[in-house]
């Protein structure tokens, strides 16, 4: 049980266009997911905390209107990078939230690399 | 303010032998919960173990073992007889008794030759 998918796996886009991932629970609600970002060989950065029907919280220093992010069901959150550039290209993870306060489940990422 | 700390970046041993991944945290909260987690080249974290603040016994899983202790804030790791395909990224994460959040350390690579 708790899978988490994450989709695409792989996305490679041109500097200006938008990429939009999501992020699905699939064998459980989640009313939290987050999203993490890690560079090369560095560690997992929470970028956001995404909660079901309402506004994500943005850890400091993450752009709102370039990292947006919707959690418009229970098993289903995006993140979409706005305008992409050379430097948003990541590892882009996100985790659900099993409902017991202190489990999370992770997806297997999303590698991003900007043209 | 809470952190984690993974002093060791990087590892290499041989096959067979036991390697030790230290993890040293710091938190104001009383009521805490300490993971670990590995992540192999392919990038998708496994989760291995939750520990919460009030149970500080070890615990073995197999090869893995690892040693909670509250007097110094540490949250050790050991792989015994370790192999191949141990080789990874292994994280140490910490999270609050009331919030989701987990703040991860800088992760430990470990190589492990045959």
């Keep these: 049980g708790a899978v988490v998918s994450q989709h695409p796996s792989r996305v490679i886009c041109k500097s200006g266009t938008s990429v939009k991932i999501e992020c699905r629970s699939l064998d459980f609600q989640a009313t939290t997911m987050f999203w993490y970002r890690q560079f090369p060989k560095q560690s997992l950065m929470l970028m956001a905390t995404s909660n079901e029907g309402s506004k994500a919280t943005y850890e400091q220093g993450v752009e709102k209107d370039k990292f947006l992010i919707n959690h418009a069901s229970l098993t289903l959150s995006t993140l979409t990078v706005t305008s992409a550039h050379p430097e948003d290209s990541s590892f882009y993870i996100c985790s659900a939230d099993g409902g017991r306060g202190y489990e999370q489940y992770f997806g297997p990422g999303t590698r991003l690399t900007v043209t | 303010a809470q ?100 703040i991860f350390g800088t992760g430990t690579r470990l190589q492990v030759f045959p």
């Excluded at chain 2, 290499?12 to 080249?41: A, G, H, I, M, N």
């Design chain 2, 3 to 102: 952190k984690v700390t993974q002093a060791q970046t990087e590892i290499s041993v041989v096959e067979k032998e036991d390697v030790t991944l230290d993890c040293v945290y710091e938190t104001r909260d009383t009521t805490y919960y300490l993971f670990w987690y590995k992540q192999p080249p392919s990038g998708e974290l496994v989760f291995l173990i939750r520990r919460n603040s009030f149970d500080e016994q070890n615990e073995i899983s197999g090869r893995y073992s690892w040693n909670f202790q509250k007097s110094t804030s540490s949250f050790n790791f050991t792989i015994t007889a370790s192999q191949v395909v141990d080789s990874a990224v292994y994280f140490c994460a910490l999270s609050g008794y009331n919030t989701d959040k987990l």
